[in-house]
């Protein structure tokens, strides 16, 4: 029989019932959600029991936009209530990941990916890593890649060309294999969104046409903003923020510090030379015009861009979609809740905490719909039949820091083996 765990006391936030809060115990058995009751029914013996009251129990995070290429990456997600992420970019050893961790062999959250990112010709991209789409038969050697690894969507890039655009959708379309990603620049994103794009990653992915965008948002198209990344230009290029003035900075292992910090540098004088100034406001105007007329919006951090702490930036992008884009905190953690799991097709598993469902939740020391910053207050997560207090989970993350590159997992962005199509040097 499997082991019993009760959170005695807890205050609820089901995702399921609006922004409301509950006194109840959450009863957990064999890695699902066993029944909610009222406090004080009296738990069997040899339960493990947790004295919940004055916190708040919530769904595990999903952090929406995530580039899992560094196994150290896994300590962090965990340790910031993230459970699941949605991978976008993947490919073998991405899928072995997934496996791992399911199978329980690899500590980290659950895997949801795409394949790879699938572009067209673009000079703009001087080293375009992704792989390039030619003909028919590039889009079906991409599919069967995405279906063999058992990745859930594809991912592209906009500047594949409109009619072998037209053909990859509706090739996806018969497989019911969604597509998302970057959103095009040779064609009408009416016509993008009618043959079944399922989701704009970046807000300045979306089209400049305020009437454009209205269209996408009221056909049913997702939304990932990925804010926070969009302010290391001018954070780090013109106002002078230094990465290691970052939370969590001194944690990260110091060969991605030092990573960061060389990337950085080539990032801002690349600019700088181009004396390229932004007009973030309307790029900010554009995420705002879809969200007056949807709320189909995911939270995704498009870590470990440079700035972007694995796992630990996902608070700030919460606090961005309530400060900057106007979300209420309820609104901004269905977007790392249930809003992605609906998405992914897993919204019977993930997401809320309802009889029946995976025991992923989080533990927070402080409520969240009072202040969204208070997701930062982990003081417990449970994934599955595994838990962490907040004390193991930053022994965890402090560890990463004593680490040397060699003792670090990398999945590179072009790996040896491929679909067969050619790529760009």
Request: proline share 6%.
């Amino acid at each position: 029989m499997n082991r019993i765990t009760v959170l005695q006391k807890g205050k609820l936030l089901t995702m399921d019932y609006g922004p409301e809060l509950f006194e109840a115990d959450l009863w957990l058995k064999g890695g699902r959600i066993w029944k909610i009751t009222p406090p004080g029914e009296k738990e069997p013996e040899g339960a493990a029991v947790y004295d919940c009251r004055d916190c708040v129990i919530m769904p595990g995070l999903i952090d929406s936009h995530v580039h899992y290429d560094e196994s150290y990456m896994g300590d962090f997600f965990l340790a910031s209530g993230i459970t699941s992420v949605r991978n976008m970019r993947g490919f073998k050893e991405h899928a072995g990941w997934r496996d791992e961790i399911k199978a329980g062999k690899r500590r980290g959250p659950w895997v949801y990916s795409s394949g790879p990112v699938y572009d067209g010709e673009d000079p703009t991209i001087p080293d375009n890593d992704n792989v390039i789409l030619h003909t028919e038969e590039d889009v079906e050697a991409a599919i069967r890649y995405t279906k063999e690894n058992g990745f859930l969507w594809m991912k592209t890039y906009p500047s594949i060309e409109p009619e072998l655009y037209r053909y990859l959708l509706r090739c996806c379309r018969q497989e019911n294999l969604p597509v998302c990603g970057h959103m095009t620049k040779k064609m009408d994103h009416r016509e993008l969104a009618d043959l079944g794009y399922i989701c704009c990653e970046h807000t300045s992915s979306l089209p400049k046409d305020p009437e454009t965008i209205r269209y996408l948002a009221e056909n049913g198209m997702w939304f990932c903003p990925t804010q926070v990344v969009c302010e290391t230009l001018p954070d780090y290029v013109w106002n002078g923020k230094k990465l290691s003035d970052l939370a969590h900075y001194e944690d990260l292992p110091l060969c991605v510090r030092e990573r960061w910090e060389e990337e950085n540098q080539v990032i801002g004088e690349s600019y700088r030379e181009q004396n390229v100034h932004p007009d973030f406001q309307t790029i900010i105007d554009r995420g705002l015009a879809f969200l007056r007329y949807s709320r189909r919006v995911m939270a995704g951090t498009d870590c470990p861009y440079p700035g972007i702490v694995p796992g630990f930036s996902l608070a700030d992008e919460l606090e961005r979609l309530v400060y900057v884009f106007g979300l209420t905190p309820y609104e901004a953690l269905c977007a790392a809740t249930c809003n992605p799991a609906e998405h992914m097709g897993i919204v019977h598993q993930k997401g809320k905490l309802l009889p029946g469902m995976d025991s992923d939740l989080v533990i927070l020391g402080g409520n969240p719909l009072e202040d969204i910053g208070n997701i930062r207050k982990v003081r417990r997560v449970f994934q599955g039949e595994k838990t962490w207090s907040c004390n193991e989970l930053s022994q965890f993350v402090a560890a990463n820091s004593k680490l040397k590159k060699e003792e670090i997992e990398f999945i590179p962005c072009k790996p040896e083996e491929t679909q067969g199509e050619e790529r760009t040097s």
